[in-house]
Nanobody
Framework: QVQLVESGGGLVQAGGSLTLSCAAS????????VGWFRQAPGKEREFVAA????????CYRDSVKGRFTISRDKAKKTVYLQMISLKPEDTAVYYC???????????????????WGQGTQVTVSS
């Protein structure tokens, strides 16, 4: 079983930057694609970005393309989400999770993952 811990959230002004980290335990982590998701109050948890097990393939939701970059460091068993030009609508709790491939992660419902961590809060002020 892969255990994930999200960190790096905080409060930033619109236009600011923030980098989130998803740190994993378990040696099978690097065999999975990893996705970032977010959930704002009163809204459904939604897909943000995903990266393949090799790191060679990435996928983003349209609203974050050009602003967010997902990457991974296999030696550190950590996946990052670099966010720039943040907007108030990016405010949410951000979560990471694993799946078989990037396209699968992008289309899966949050309930399909079965288990989630505590996430990390990102707040972007106007």
């Amino acid at each position: 079983q892969v255990q994930l811990v999200e960190s790096g959230g905080g409060l930033v002004q619109a236009g600011g930057s923030l980098t989130l980290s998803c740190a994993a335990s378990g040696r099978t982590f690097n065999n999975y694609a990893v996705g970032w998701f977010r959930q704002a109050p009163g809204k459904e948890r939604e897909f943000v970005a995903a990266i393949s097990s090799s790191g060679g393939t990435t996928c983003y939701r349209d609203s974050v393309k050009g602003r967010f970059t997902i990457s991974r460091d296999k030696a550190k068993k950590t996946v990052y989400l670099q966010m720039i030009s943040l907007k108030p609508e990016d405010t949410a709790v951000y979560y990471c999770n694993v799946g078989p491939r990037t396209d699968t992660i992008a289309t899966m419902k949050p309930i399909d993952f079965g288990s989630w961590g505590q996430g990390t809060q990102v707040t972007v002020s106007s």
